[in-house]
């Protein structure tokens, strides 16, 4: 009888352990180790992250639109264009073409941003009809136009 009895907490003991190491290796590949926004360090969601293109040819991330906001404040000489995800479909759309809404709706609660970008104006405008919002704004501007200059002899 005692040896079943030992048996049986070994065999316990195996599966707490496994589960927390199981739990830790989970948490090392989790979401909260993705990428981080270039303002406030959250992680950056796919469907919400915009980028930023900038003369040196590097780019900047950020979770938000009010955070790529805030970065361009103080660095509108560097940038080229900013890329947003369109809600609609998943895929990136150069801001100065987009369409913005702000609505009830929060897209990233760390930051408290409703704002949401779309690739067509019906799309936009049936998120604020649906959701008690209004058209607003660019709030990344439409200004942005390369300026890269022509190579040597090609003026």
């Given amino acids: 009888m005692k040896k079943s009895w030992l048996t049986y907490f070994i065999f316990i003991g195996l599966v707490v352990i496994i589960a927390i190491a199981g739990g830790l290796w989970g948490r090392k590949k989790g979401?909260?180790?993705?990428?981080?926004?270039e303002v406030d360090k959250n992680t950056i969601r796919?469907?919400?992250e915009v980028k930023a293109f900038l003369t040196d040819r590097s780019f900047k991330k950020f979770c938000s639109i009010p955070c790529a906001h805030i970065?361009?404040?103080?660095?509108?000489?560097?940038?080229?264009?900013?890329?947003?995800?369109?809600?609609k479909t998943g895929q990136?759309?150069?801001?100065?073409s987009a369409f913005f809404v702000k609505s009830e709706v929060t897209t990233v609660p760390e930051v408290k941003s409703r704002v949401h970008a779309f690739a067509k104006k019906e799309d936009a405008l049936a998120h604020a009809q649906q959701f008690k919002g209004k058209?607003?704004?660019n709030p990344l501007g439409t200004q942005f136009i390369p300026n890269f200059e022509?190579?040597?002899g090609k003026k």
């Avoid at 979401?31 to 926004?37: A, H, I, S």
């Avoid at 970065?71 to 809600?87: A, C, G, L, Q, T």
């Avoid at 990136?92 to 100065?96: A, E, F, H, I, R």
């Fill in 135 to 137: 058209l607003i704004e």
């Fill in 31 to 37: 979401p909260q180790d993705g990428e981080k926004c």
């Fill in 150 to 152: 022509a190579p040597p």
């Fill in 46 to 48: 796919p469907l919400y």
């Fill in 92 to 96: 990136g759309v150069d801001s100065s």
């Fill in 71 to 87: 970065w361009k404040r103080e660095n509108m000489d560097k940038v080229i264009s900013f890329i947003v995800v369109d809600e």
